[in-house]
Nanobody, 130 residues
């Protein structure tokens, strides 16, 4: 499965961006999809997760400003980012955990962090600066 992000760019503080992640066709019924970001000299940070049944989790650091969603065809993952701040600057990645059997739970993803996900996009740069 291939994943590819788009929608990054430069924006002023307070602005908005919507990131998209195209997920290539697959036959998995169960999966978790997520957004991460990595700022310079910092560890990769989990931002949001969505289960195949639509349940979501958003990190406290961006809750109320970022929203994760998926299109009806479940081929594109989105991250709507509002009220952007300078500290939101970084490379944003989408990632996936696909399962042959059994559901994928947000709780498992939160516990294991980036290592839970084994399919990643190449990343898209977001820069928030005045």
């Amino acid at each position: 499965v291939h994943m590819e992000e788009s929608g990054g760019g430069s924006v002023r503080p307070g602005g908005s961006l919507r990131l998209s992640c195209m997920v290539s066709r697959h036959t998995y019924t169960h999966y978790c999809l997520a957004w991460f970001r990595q700022a310079p000299e910092k560890e990769r940070e989990g931002l949001a997760i969505i289960e195949d049944d639509g349940d979501t989790n958003v990190a406290d650091s961006v809750k109320g400003r970022f929203t994760v969603s998926q299109d009806a065809a479940k081929t594109t993952l989105y991250l709507q980012m509002d009220s952007l701040k300078a500290e939101d600057t970084g490379v944003y990645y989408c990632a996936a955990h696909f399962r042959e059997e059994g559901p994928c739970y947000i709780e498992d993803a939160l516990e294991r962090g980036p290592g839970f996900f084994y399919t990643w996009g190449q990343g898209t740069q977001v820069t928030v600066s005045s």
